[in-house]
């Protein structure tokens, strides 16, 4: 069994940006000679999440509303206190959404849904470019 890790970097705007990250994945994917087996996708760090989504404007409009309803923007987060930062509900979220994604691949190709793509889901207050860890495992 090979193992191989790769990353990649995605410039994102703050609160809630979703990126579509599938086409990236593909990419590595067919360079890493691996036919078979599984990838993580993993972002380091505890206001980023990765998911899958169907990637449409309705959802993009709909994810932001959803999580502002599980952790909202105007209360008062211990984290603040801590750290002296604005960023407790971006930590909470990311919580919810989770780090880390393990999608199959047969042939070269992901087994993903017809509707389903990728996404990284940066929950940080501020724009930044984040890394995201890709490792393959299979033959």
Not at 89 to 95: L, Q
Not at 98 to 106: I, R, Y
């Amino acid at each position: 069994m090979k193992i191989i890790t790769k990353k990649i970097d995605v410039d994102c705007k703050a609160d809630v940006d979703l990126k579509d990250i599938t086409n990236q994945v593909v990419k590595v994917l067919r360079n890493s000679n691996i036919r078979d087996g599984i990838v993580t996708v993993f972002v380091p760090g505890a206001t980023g999440a990765v998911s899958t989504i169907e990637f449409e404007p309705g959802l993009l409009k709909d994810m932001p509303t959803a999580l502002e309803r599980i952790a909202p923007t105007n209360i008062e987060y211990s984290h603040h206190e801590t750290w002296g930062c604005d960023n407790g509900k971006s930590h909470i979220r990311a919580t919810f959404i989770g780090p880390s994604l393990v999608v199959p691949f047969a042939d070269g190709n992901l087994i993903l849904g017809t509707y389903q793509q990728i996404v990284f889901i940066n929950l940080d207050t501020k724009s930044r470019r984040r890394t995201i860890i890709l490792q393959f495992m299979g033959e």
